[in-house]
């Protein structure tokens, strides 16, 4: 087998070899498998010893004239004789072009690994190695550590299953002095994941240009990881963002971080426990950081002593910052008395906030009174929510006062309901071209305050839409607001809703639908079921024969009954502006149903009619269905829940009527010439 071999390292001609059922021996075999390295002939091998086979194999792969040449190449489950592993080796020193290298399960022991490890000190082309579940001890991998120290080009190393990760201690010390000296490694995979952790830390030292996102798993740094990784984020000038919320970390591994933060100038991004989170957003405010606009801060002195020092920070941050426009806290902050001063004297200087959220930081009155004294000079924050402060009758009386004078402030919310109120009156009524759209939900409006609104709107001309939904409006004060509606010319939609409207405030408003012409969209709905059979609503709703310029009107969840639906009936003969009726959750009875069929039936521009929920029977279904036929300006008609009552066929017919394409050519203005009667007659003929 040794001349056999020595023949085939020189020989150029031979092509086929059949050599099975030889007694090789292990030296004949490593003769043999050392030639078929360097043969370039062979192509045909039969052979069945293991050592031979598996050097043909390698030799296939680390022998660069084959062509194409492998990149990778794989040996699991097999074992690797040192002098194979050593052929392996030889050939790899001198091997350009093979880039992964998977050696699993083949009983490589510490000798194995020193040879490997020689070669990996010439080779750097390799880009991947994983020797995962061989023999290699400490011993060995030592040695594959030493050679990566000067390694140039291996990017990932699995030394996962081996004895050596039972020497946990001394496998961690033997990565970490490597790695002050690696530059490429940027995976390690073991048993331990902590190893990996260090390869993370190694590339944020080293400033890893491709290293800009950057997560640690659930584990636990040492205290020197946990220094060498402050130290690192430092100087470090890629990263950009950084998760280390699964991340166990001591007290001084805290503080480490927290003070590398306050010196890092281009991490924008962090995921970790709420007060560091907080020391890196105050170092982001102070630095400028272009990317923080805005921020939610969990502050708690009583918990950290040491965070009142972080409000200090954070106030002195805001005085020259530039950048942020909305600062909140949340839910569980405590900043205290002593730190709303603070930050009331940053609110002094800085001319670019432009929302304060404090709900539920103690502040107290003390510190409510210093705020609103800063806001006086401040003229750029326009919302401020100080919910649940304990602010005392003079923090309310202080932010009353200055709800009344403020021309920068939007928005004002605090326990004392009448504050934000009184803030948007006031903004009402120097016209703020902002206020275009006033909400107002669940506040209680007392008679003086609604008077004050209602002559607001007389002068107005910037408020378009109007919503005081369930806000307990008395009848003195409704009829305030539609006097005031009879002068307005800008007001477009207003929404009284969940308010109870009497039969006076109902015909106050029907005297505006005589005089106004801009108001087109009003809401009456209640969820009482308020019943409109009043001379007041029978007042409105004959005022909508006058052709005013009201579209939209809603009468939901109030019961408008059969002496309601006939007068409402009647004015929809005349009128041509309304467009969309909502009735539904009503009471109506069939002689209801039948008056509003009539009056539909002379109507050309009612499209939308809204009767789910009501008391609709069969026989007031049948009128309806007599009425689409006839009626092609309804294009809609809800009737929601009423699939429990009404025959699935009827419902089907009606469906079917309201789709009908002669109602579509009606609704898109293709049959304006002509009466829709006619029209009608003429499809059906």
């Given at each position: 087998a040794v001349a056999l071999a020595d023949a085939i390292r020189v020989n150029t001609t031979l092509t086929k070899l059949q050599m099975k059922s030889n007694q090789l021996g292990k030296d004949g075999a490593l003769a043999l498998a050392s030639a078929f390295m360097v043969n370039r002939t062979l192509a045909t091998l039969g052979v069945d010893d293991a050592i031979v086979s598996i050097a043909r194999e390698l030799a296939c792969v680390c022998v660069q004239h084959y062509d194409p040449a492998p990149r990778s190449f794989q040996i699991s489950w097999r074992d690797l004789p040192v002098g194979l592993v050593g052929l392996l080796a030889t050939t790899l020193k001198t091997n350009t072009v093979l880039k992964s290298l998977k050696l699993e399960s083949c009983r490589i022991n510490a000798e194995g690994a020193a040879l490997l490890a020689d070669a990996l000190r010439v080779n750097n082309s390799l880009a991947s190695l994983n020797v995962t579940g061989n023999k290699i001890n400490i011993k060995g991998a030592a040695a594959l550590f030493d050679a990566l120290a000067v390694n140039k080009g291996l990017l990932e190393l699995d030394i996962t299953s081996n004895p050596c990760e039972a020497k946990k201690e001394a496998l961690v010390a033997l990565v970490a002095s490597t790695l002050k000296h690696n530059s490429t490694l940027i995976h390690l995979r073991g048993n331990d994941v902590l190893l990996n952790d260090i390869v993370k830390i190694a590339q944020v030292r080293r400033n890893d240009p491709n290293l800009v996102q950057l997560y640690f798993g659930c584990t636990t740094l040492t205290s020197t990881l946990e220094r060498e990784l402050a130290e690192a984020l430092k100087k470090n000038t890629v990263l950009k963002h950084l998760d280390i919320s699964e991340l166990t970390l001591s007290a001084a591994g805290t503080a480490a971080l927290a003070d590398a933060f306050k010196t890092n100038m281009t991490l924008t991004d962090l995921l970790c426990a709420s007060p560091l989170r907080a020391v890196f957003h105050v170092a982001c405010i102070g630095r400028n950081e272009p990317t923080l606009t805005s921020v939610d801060l969990q502050i708690n002195i009583c918990?950290?002593?040491?965070?009142?020092?972080?409000?200090?920070?954070?106030?002195?941050?805001?005085?020259?910052?530039?950048?942020?426009?909305?600062?909140?806290?949340?839910?569980?902050?405590?900043?205290?008395?002593?730190?709303?001063?603070?930050?009331?004297?940053?609110?002094?200087?800085?001319?670019h906030l432009s929302r304060l959220a404090l709900d539920r930081c103690k502040i107290g009155?003390?510190?409510?009174?210093?705020?609103?004294?800063?806001?006086?000079?401040?003229?750029?924050?326009?919302?401020?929510?100080?919910?649940?402060?304990?602010?005392?009758?003079?923090?309310?009386?202080?932010?009353?006062?200055?709800?009344?004078?403020?021309?920068?402030?939007?928005?004002?919310?605090?326990?004392?309901?009448?504050?934000?109120?009184?803030?948007?009156?006031?903004?009402?009524?120097?016209?703020?071209?902002?206020?275009?759209?006033?909400?107002?939900?669940?506040?209680?409006?007392?008679?003086?305050l609604t008077s004050e609104l209602a002559d607001t709107l007389k002068s107005n001309a910037v408020l378009t839409k109007l919503e005081l939904y369930n806000c307990d409006l008395c009848t003195p004060g409704v009829i305030a607001l539609a006097s005031a509606l009879k002068i307005n010319v800008t007001l477009l939609e207003l929404d009284l809703s969940g308010n109870s409207i009497s039969s006076a405030g109902a015909a106050a408003f029907a005297d505006v639908l005589k005089v106004n012409s801009?108001?087109?969209?009003?809401?009456?709905?209640?969820?009482?079921?308020?019943?409109?059979?009043?001379?007041?609503?029978?007042?409105?709703?004959?005022?909508?024969?006058?052709?005013?310029?009201?579209?939209?009107?809603?009468?939901?969840?109030?019961?408008?009954?059969?002496?309601?639906?006939?007068?409402?009936?009647?004015?929809?003969?005349?009128?041509?502006?309304?467009?969309?009726?909502?009735?539904?959750?009503?009471?109506?009875?069939?002689?209801?149903?039948?008056?509003?069929?009539?009056?539909?039936?002379?109507?050309?521009?009612?499209?939308?009619?809204?009767?789910?929920?009501?008391?609709?029977?069969?026989?007031?279904?049948?009128?309806?269905?007599?009425?689409?036929?006839?009626?092609?300006?309804?294009?809609?008609?809800?009737?929601?829940?009423?699939?429990?009552?009404?025959?699935?066929?009827?419902?089907?017919?009606?469906?079917?009527?309201?789709?009908?394409?002669?109602?579509?050519?009606?609704?898109?203005?293709?049959?304006?010439?002509?009466?829709?009667?006619?029209?009608?007659l003429q499809a059906r003929e």
């Amino acid at each position: 087998a040794v001349a056999l071999a020595d023949a085939i390292r020189v020989n150029t001609t031979l092509t086929k070899l059949q050599m099975k059922s030889n007694q090789l021996g292990k030296d004949g075999a490593l003769a043999l498998a050392s030639a078929f390295m360097v043969n370039r002939t062979l192509a045909t091998l039969g052979v069945d010893d293991a050592i031979v086979s598996i050097a043909r194999e390698l030799a296939c792969v680390c022998v660069q004239h084959y062509d194409p040449a492998p990149r990778s190449f794989q040996i699991s489950w097999r074992d690797l004789p040192v002098g194979l592993v050593g052929l392996l080796a030889t050939t790899l020193k001198t091997n350009t072009v093979l880039k992964s290298l998977k050696l699993e399960s083949c009983r490589i022991n510490a000798e194995g690994a020193a040879l490997l490890a020689d070669a990996l000190r010439v080779n750097n082309s390799l880009a991947s190695l994983n020797v995962t579940g061989n023999k290699i001890n400490i011993k060995g991998a030592a040695a594959l550590f030493d050679a990566l120290a000067v390694n140039k080009g291996l990017l990932e190393l699995d030394i996962t299953s081996n004895p050596c990760e039972a020497k946990k201690e001394a496998l961690v010390a033997l990565v970490a002095s490597t790695l002050k000296h690696n530059s490429t490694l940027i995976h390690l995979r073991g048993n331990d994941v902590l190893l990996n952790d260090i390869v993370k830390i190694a590339q944020v030292r080293r400033n890893d240009p491709n290293l800009v996102q950057l997560y640690f798993g659930c584990t636990t740094l040492t205290s020197t990881l946990e220094r060498e990784l402050a130290e690192a984020l430092k100087k470090n000038t890629v990263l950009k963002h950084l998760d280390i919320s699964e991340l166990t970390l001591s007290a001084a591994g805290t503080a480490a971080l927290a003070d590398a933060f306050k010196t890092n100038m281009t991490l924008t991004d962090l995921l970790c426990a709420s007060p560091l989170r907080a020391v890196f957003h105050v170092a982001c405010i102070g630095r400028n950081e272009p990317t923080l606009t805005s921020v939610d801060l969990q502050i708690n002195i009583c918990s950290e002593p040491n965070h009142l020092d972080l409000v200090y920070e954070l106030a002195n941050a805001l005085k020259s910052n530039t950048v942020l426009k909305d600062l909140s806290f949340t839910f569980d902050s405590y900043i205290g008395c002593a730190g709303a001063v603070a930050l009331a004297k940053a609110l002094e200087v800085n001319k670019h906030l432009s929302r304060l959220a404090l709900d539920r930081c103690k502040i107290g009155t003390k510190g409510i009174v210093a705020l609103v004294d800063a806001l006086y000079l401040n003229t750029t924050l326009t919302k401020l929510s100080v919910f649940r402060n304990e602010l005392g009758p003079e923090g309310s009386a202080a932010l009353l006062a200055l709800s009344k004078v403020s021309t920068s402030l939007a928005n004002i919310e605090c326990d004392e309901p009448n504050v934000n109120i009184v803030l948007q009156i006031a903004r009402l009524r120097r016209s703020d071209p902002t206020l275009q759209h006033l909400k107002v939900f669940r506040k209680t409006f007392s008679f003086s305050l609604t008077s004050e609104l209602a002559d607001t709107l007389k002068s107005n001309a910037v408020l378009t839409k109007l919503e005081l939904y369930n806000c307990d409006l008395c009848t003195p004060g409704v009829i305030a607001l539609a006097s005031a509606l009879k002068i307005n010319v800008t007001l477009l939609e207003l929404d009284l809703s969940g308010n109870s409207i009497s039969s006076a405030g109902a015909a106050a408003f029907a005297d505006v639908l005589k005089v106004n012409s801009t108001l087109a969209v009003l809401k009456f709905s209640h969820s009482n079921g308020e019943e409109v059979d009043t001379e007041g609503f029978l007042q409105l709703f004959a005022a909508l024969a006058c052709g005013t310029g009201l579209t939209s009107l809603s009468l939901c969840g109030r019961i408008l009954g059969d002496r309601g639906a006939v007068t409402l009936a009647t004015s929809l003969k005349s009128n041509t502006t309304l467009l969309a009726l909502d009735i539904s959750k009503s009471v109506i009875g069939l002689e209801g149903v039948t008056a509003l069929a009539e009056g539909l039936n002379f109507n050309s521009t009612l499209s939308h009619l809204n009767l789910s929920y009501t008391s609709l029977t069969v026989e007031g279904a049948l009128v309806l269905m007599e009425l689409l036929k006839v009626n092609m300006a309804l294009q809609e008609m809800p009737l929601y829940s009423l699939r429990h009552t009404l025959p699935r066929e009827m419902l089907k017919t009606i469906e079917s009527l309201l789709e009908d394409p002669v109602r579509a050519a009606w609704h898109f203005g293709e049959a304006d010439t002509k009466p829709a009667r006619e029209i009608v007659l003429q499809a059906r003929e």
